[in-house]
């Protein structure tokens, strides 16, 4: 990662001050914290104090968990309102214990066990992850870093949305990729706790350089973050893979299952799973590669879809997997790629000609392009089934954009989906068990970027629907195939859009 955030210019929530609500009955101050209690169901009571000399909290703490519907866990609160982060570098005493205990840096709305909330956890296995539940009751969400046991932990809401950072190995503070949007009603709970994650433990954590601030209106300007995510679909957990200033988009998985490739700035990219920092494959002189790429059924070949400098359109190339000179397939624009029949023979794609967007077809030794679509409006994201029967696409002909089908050749068109949505990019799981998607809000127009967005799920078994995952995201989110091979996982890109004072060091002060 090339970039850090550092802590900004703001006021320090002090006891008394703009946006703090006193505690009520009783509750002995601990620090800056107005008090403490345990939270949901414990066996054993937890504790809290300040140690002022070395400006550190010691937390124990109980519980069975902090996931599901409920909380169970030691908290040290104070009630706030408006915009706040918060900071610590977190320590457990002893290293034995439950690899899942936590120790976490919390936002909540009550503290009653099932109350909405986002957390910033640090495990005992140094696992850490943003988790939220976004309604009263509802079952706990996270995404995970990238970076294990990091000294040093940041969560901030910025209006709905919570952002994590994580100090990377040069103990410096980076966004983590991790975010969620989750209203809260003013006032609310914010501070540090611990869960043993056995209800018949105690665990104990140390939190110091602890950092509770009031944070300042931005100035409007913003720099732009993205994060390249897996997400299983079984658990719905995510994970960071990579994360870096900058828009990059569009995630294929490789054939073998050990990388991901993607789009960014013109330039095709590889990142191996378990790797920090994504190689470039070499396109050239294809160098204004677009969001619309993929992989041959082998493995072996890459489609991209790149403006050209001849016509400034768009056309299809394929070259080797690994890099080289692109050959054209598509010697029309604007085309843009979408999927690879699982024969290895044809390309589908959507095309621009006489000014309307149509879905076609084409071989991949190159030839004469086939018209599969004739309706009006844009047609788009073609994706062929696993067995080849079948593309996949959305269309905007009913006169919103819906998910559709149509044979191979173009016949039997129909709809799949109905709903007061806009539905994109269809994608279906190479076990044929799953259709992920991105739906839009309804009145959105197009599929533009940096939107609220849901990544949905349908059992192509029952034609169920549910919600995968929620993000801020869009254009360049899951454009293209991004199944892993054993249809367990996707890959997609979220973004965050952050102020950009915090990325301004010779703006910074010391709180």
């Known amino acids: 990662m090339s970039f850090c955030i550092v802590r900004i210019s703001s006021i320090a ?3 008394v001050g703009v946006g703090v609500v006193m505690p009520a009955g009783g509750q002995a101050p601990v620090g800056i914290f107005a008090g403490n209690q345990d939270v949901g169901t414990v066996l054993h009571p937890g504790s809290a104090s300040y140690d002022e000399a070395k400006h550190s909290y010691l937390v124990s703490g109980s519980g069975d968990n902090m ?4 909380d169970d866990f030691h908290f040290v609160w104070k009630k706030v309102a408006g915009d706040v982060a918060l900071t610590a570098d977190i320590a457990f005493v002893g290293s034995k214990g439950n690899n899942h205990r936590k120790a976490v840096l919390m936002i909540r709305q009550s503290l009653d066990g099932n109350s909405a909330a986002v957390d910033l956890a640090v495990h005992g296995d140094g696992l850490t992850s943003l988790q939220y539940r976004d309604v009263t009751g509802a079952d706990t969400h996270e995404v995970e870093s990238a970076i294990s046991a990091p000294r040093s932990v940041r969560i901030e809401k910025r209006g709905d949305f919570f952002y994590a950072f994580v100090a990377g190995k040069d103990g410096h503070l980076e966004p983590a990729g991790a975010a969620t949007r989750l209203p809260l009603a003013a006032p609310f709970y914010v501070g540090i706790g611990v869960c043993s994650h056995n209800k018949d433990v105690v665990e104990r954590a140390v939190f110091s350089n602890v950092n509770l601030e009031e944070l ?20 719905t957990d995510r994970h960071v893979e990579y994360v870096t200033q900058g828009r990059f988009e569009a995630p294929n998985w490789t054939r073998d299952g050990t990388a991901l490739i993607f789009n960014r700035d013109g330039s095709m990219l590889r990142l191996a799973l378990g790797e920090s920092n994504p190689s ?17 059924p082998d493995g072996k070949w890459l489609a991209i879809s790149d403006r050209s400098p001849e016509d400034g359109k768009s056309h299809v190339y394929v070259l080797p997997i690994g890099g080289g000179t692109p050959r054209q397939i598509t010697p029309d624009g604007p085309s843009y790629w979408h999927g690879w029949s699982p024969d290895g023979k044809t390309l589908a794609f959507t095309g621009e000609r006489g000014g309307n967007f149509d879905i076609y077809s084409v071989p991949v030794g190159g030839g004469q392009e086939t018209r599969l679509t ?53 994608h279906i799981s190479p076990d044929g068990q799953w ?28 034609k169920k629907v549910h919600v995968l995952a929620q993000l801020f995201g869009g254009q360049g989110t899951i454009n293209v195939p991004s199944w892993s091979p054993d249809s367990k996982k996707l890959a997609f890109v979220s973004y965050e859009q952050l102020p950009e004072e915090i990325f301004k060091e010779e703006t910074a002060k010391e709180i």
């Not at 996931?67 to 409920?70: A, I």
């Not at 209106?217 to 720099?223: E, F, L, V």
């Not at 819906?402 to 806009?422: C, K, L, Y």
Request: with cysteine; net charge negative; hydrophobic share 35%.
């Open 374 to 426: 004739t309706a009006a409006g844009l047609d788009d994201g073609p994706e062929y089934s696993p067995d080849g029967a079948y593309i996949y696409f959305n269309s905007e002909r009913s006169g919103s954009m819906q998910i559709w089908r149509m044979r191979a050749d173009g016949s039997a068109q129909e709809q799949v989906i109905s709903d007061t949505d806009n539905d994109w990019f269809p």
């Open 13 to 15: 929530v002090l006891a």
């Open 280 to 296: 470039q494959i070499s396109t050239a002189p294809r160098i204004h590669c677009n969001n619309d790429h993929g992989i041959s």
């Open 216 to 235: 300042p209106p931005s100035n409007g300007k913003t720099t732009l973050v993205s994060a390249l995510e897996t997400i299983t679909v079984a658990s």
């Open 435 to 462: 259709m992920v998607f991105l739906s839009y809000e309804k009145g959105v127009t197009g599929h533009p970027a940096d939107k609220s967005v849901e990544l949905r799920l349908m059992s192509m078994k029952d």
């Open 67 to 70: 996931w599901f519907g409920e």
